[in-house]
C-alpha cells in the first residue's frame, strides 16, 4: 500500500519524462548532508548534477567525482516545472462555513417578514432547520439587549466604564459601544 497524494504521478507522465531525458542534461538533486558549522543535525543541499545513466526506473548523476542516483519519481518532483494541478484544488466550505451561510440565507428571508414555512420552501431547508436558527438569533439578539440593558442602568447609577467592564467580564470597548447604542436611540 503506497503512500495517497493529491496529484499522483501518473504512468504515462513518468514515461514522458524518462523519454525527455539525454545523458549530459543537468537535473537537481536533494541531499542530507551533516551540518558544517559544528552545531548537530543536518541540513538540505541542492546540487545540480549531470545525468550519466539513464535506466528504467533509476537515473545515475554526477558532480566532479561524486556520484548518485535517485528514482525517476524523485527526478520528476524535483525537476518538473509545472505538472498540471487535479481540479480539487477546487475550495469546498467546511463545516462552520457552510453553516453560517445557511444561517445569512434564512435570517436575511426572516429580516424580510417571511414565515418559517416560506423560508424553507425557498431554501430548500426543513422547516425545523429553519426555526432552530431563527430561534438562537432571537436568543442571542435578546442576551446582547439585555446586557446592554444592564450596561445602561449600571452608567446611569454612576459607575464608570472601566468599573461596568470588570463587573461584567467584558471589555471597556463593549461598554463604550453599548452605551453609544443606547444613546443613539434615546
Do not use: F, W
Not at 537537481?28 to 545513466?53: C, H, N
Not at 434564512?106 to 418559517?116: E, K
Not at 466604564?161 to 470588570?166: G, H, K, S, W
Amino acid at each position: 500500500m503506497g503512500i495517497e497524494t493529491k496529484n499522483p504521478i501518473k504512468r504515462d507522465e513518468l514515461e514522458a519524462y524518462r523519454k525527455s531525458l539525454k545523458i549530459g542534461d543537468q537535473l537537481i538533486y536533494y541531499e542530507s548532508v551533516p551540518r558544517s558549522d559544528g552545531i548537530g543535525g543536518s541540513r538540505m543541499v541542492k546540487r545540480r548534477m549531470l545525468i550519466t545513466g539513464i535506466y528504467k526506473n533509476i537515473i545515475t548523476l554526477q558532480l566532479g567525482r561524486m556520484q548518485r542516483s535517485m528514482t525517476l519519481q524523485e527526478a520528476l518532483m524535483y525537476n518538473a516545472k509545472r505538472r498540471p494541478k487535479l481540479q480539487t484544488d477546487i475550495h469546498m466550505p467546511n463545516e462552520e462555513e457552510r453553516m453560517e451561510e445557511r444561517r445569512k440565507k434564512i435570517m436575511n428571508l426572516a429580516y424580510r417578514g417571511l414565515s418559517n414555512a416560506e423560508i424553507a420552501e425557498k431554501t430548500g431547508y426543513s422547516q425545523q432547520a429553519v426555526a432552530n436558527v431563527v430561534r438562537c438569533a432571537k436568543q442571542k439578539r435578546d442576551k446582547i439587549n439585555a446586557r446592554h440593558i444592564e450596561i445602561a442602568k449600571l452608567r446611569a447609577s454612576g459607575r464608570g466604564v472601566n468599573e461596568i467592564a470588570r463587573m461584567l467580564g467584558c471589555s471597556s470597548a463593549t461598554v463604550i459601544r453599548a452605551l453609544k447604542k443606547c444613546e443613539a436611540k434615546k
